[in-house]
């Protein structure tokens, strides 16, 4: 797909081309760490167009034709977030499937089932397992739901009131991997509650009553109850009592959750 600009009679097509050319070129120095910034120059967008102009010349003064900070910036948050829910779903799901393995394989490994941390009744460690899975999966859905809302696009709103150059909305939209553009110019520029969405689907997840800190804090009652060991690679021995094994690694990741819960 042609650029929209260009597409669209806004700008030229030989502009067009030197501007995507020199735009490659600025990735890959951003990539390599070879960009110079610099503060006089307020922002990622100055300098970008900047260091463009020194490469292309005019042209470069194009690159921010019917576009806004405001837009850029709108856009640019859902898109950096689009690809970091993309992450986390990955994550969590190759994390259910480890579970799902563990639970298949100990499946008739008999454990108590516990309220108020005394014993109560027999369940299987696999059924154990498949509890964390149906908490991941629904943190799963609240993270799908924040990206179905928040995958529409703020571009063409420009600062607040739209463009009066002939933009193709749609275009952009699809470009980006949208599913259509933001109906109202002023929601599409000052919207941030998908950000605060995502962030309370994180906090749901991550939270100290639910699912990562249930697992912790099960992981970290083992060795006083005792149902299992841990090894090794995710725990410490004691200072004065060589017979004592510390959870450590469990007990470190409790604690940065709760920090960042707060």
Same mark, same amino acid.
């Given at each position: 797909?042609?650029?929209?600009?260009?597409?669209?009679?806004?700008?030229?097509?030989?502009?067009?081309?030197?501007?995507?050319?020199?735009? #490659?070129?600025?990735?890959?120095?951003?990539?390599?760490?070879?960009?110079?910034?610099?503060?006089?120059?307020?922002?990622?967008?100055?300098?970008?167009?900047?260091?463009?102009?020194?490469?292309?010349?005019?042209?470069?003064?194009?690159?921010?034709?019917?576009?806004?900070?405001?837009?850029?910036?709108?856009?640019?948050?859902?898109?950096?977030?689009?690809?970091?829910?993309?992450?986390?779903?990955?994550?969590?799901?190759?994390?259910?499937?480890?579970?799902?393995?563990?639970?298949? #394989?100990?499946?008739?490994?008999?454990?108590?089932?516990?309220?108020?941390?005394?014993?109560?009744?027999?369940?299987?460690?696999?059924?154990?397992?498949?509890?964390?899975?149906?908490?991941?999966?629904?943190?799963?859905?609240?993270?799908?739901?924040?990206?179905?809302?928040?995958?529409?696009s703020p571009?063409?709103?420009?600062?607040?009131?739209?463009?009066?150059?002939?933009?193709?909305?749609?275009?952009?939209?699809?470009?980006?991997g949208f599913?259509?553009?933001?109906?109202?110019s002023l929601?599409?520029?000052?919207?941030?509650?998908?950000?605060?969405?995502?962030?309370?689907?994180?906090?749901?997840?991550?939270?100290?009553?639910?699912?990562?800190?249930?697992?912790?804090?099960?992981?970290?009652?083992?060795?006083?109850?005792?149902?299992?060991?841990?090894?090794?690679?995710?725990?410490?021995?004691?200072?004065?009592?060589?017979?004592?094994?510390?959870?450590?690694?469990?007990?470190?990741?409790?604690?940065?959750?709760?920090?960042?819960?707060?």
């Open positions: 797909m042609r650029p929209m600009l260009a597409a669209c009679g806004i700008i030229s097509q030989e502009d067009e081309a030197a501007i995507q050319k020199g735009l #490659k070129e600025i990735g890959v120095e951003i990539r390599e760490g070879k960009f110079t910034f610099s503060t006089a120059l307020e922002d990622i967008h100055m300098n970008v167009e900047s260091r463009l102009a020194e490469l292309i010349g005019e042209a470069a003064g194009r690159l921010h034709t019917a576009r806004s900070r405001n837009d850029q910036v709108a856009t640019d948050l859902r898109l950096w977030l689009r690809d970091a829910l993309g992450d986390i779903d990955a994550l969590i799901a190759a994390f259910q499937k480890a579970l799902l393995g563990l639970a298949e #394989k100990e499946a008739e490994t008999i454990m108590p089932g516990f309220t108020h941390l005394q014993s109560a009744q027999p369940v299987s460690f696999g059924h154990h397992m498949l509890a964390y899975v149906e908490m991941m999966g629904r943190d799963r859905g609240r993270f799908a739901d924040a990206r179905a809302r928040l995958n529409e571009l063409g709103a420009a600062a607040l009131a739209g463009t009066a150059y002939p933009v193709d909305r749609n275009m952009t939209a699809k470009a980006l599913d259509g553009p933001m109906a109202n929601d599409a520029v000052s919207a941030r509650d998908f950000a605060l969405e995502f962030l309370g689907a994180a906090s749901i997840c991550a939270g100290a009553s639910v699912s990562p800190c249930r697992r912790i804090g099960d992981l970290d009652l083992c060795p006083a109850l005792p149902l299992c060991v841990a090894c090794d690679q995710f725990s410490t021995g004691s200072s004065i009592m060589p017979q004592k094994r510390n959870p450590d690694a469990a007990e470190l990741v409790r604690a940065k959750i709760g920090a960042h819960c707060r």
